[in-house]
C-alpha cells in the first residue's frame, strides 16, 4: 500500500509563491513518475506537471515559467513551486504517483489565490 501526503497550500495574494510538497511512503518498489493535479470549482481535474524518474518534466501551458516541479529521490517526495500565482491558478491540488503499473493520488491541498 502507498500512501501521498500533500502540504504547502494555503492563501496567497496575486503575485506571490508557494511550495507544495507530497511525500510518498509505503511499499515502494520505484517510482516511475510524479506529478500535480488541480482541480477548480465546477472544473475537470487538470495536469499542472510532471516529473519521470529520469527528470524529465512536463508542464500546462498555463503554468509555463511561473511553476517548478522537483523531485528528491532519495526521500520519495516530489515539489511544485508556484511563482507569480494568479486568481486563476486557485484550486484543489493533487498529488499523483505512478508507481509499479499503478496510479496513486493524494487527499489534495488548497491553494486559494485572493487579494
Known amino acids: 500500500q502507498v500512501q501521498l501526503v500533500e502540504s504547502g497550500g494555503g492563501l496567497v495574494q496575486p503575485g506571490g509563491s508557494l511550495r507544495l510538497s507530497c511525500a510518498a511512503s509505503g511499499t515502494i518498489l520505484s517510482i516511475n513518475a510524479m506529478g500535480w493535479f488541480r482541480q477548480a470549482p465546477g472544473k475537470q481535474r487538470e495536469l499542472v506537471a510532471t516529473?519521470?524518474?529520469?527528470?524529465?518534466?512536463k508542464y500546462a501551458d498555463s503554468v509555463k515559467g511561473r511553476f517548478t516541479i522537483s523531485r528528491d529521490s532519495a526521500k520519495n517526495t516530489v515539489y511544485l513551486q508556484m511563482n507569480s500565482l494568479k486568481p486563476e491558478d486557485t484550486a484543489v491540488y493533487y498529488c499523483?504517483?505512478?508507481?509499479?503499473?499503478?496510479?496513486?493520488w493524494g487527499q489534495g491541498t488548497q491553494v486559494t489565490v485572493s487579494s
Open positions: 499523483n504517483a505512478f508507481i509499479s503499473q499503478y496510479d496513486y
Open positions: 516529473i519521470t524518474s529520469g527528470n524529465s518534466t
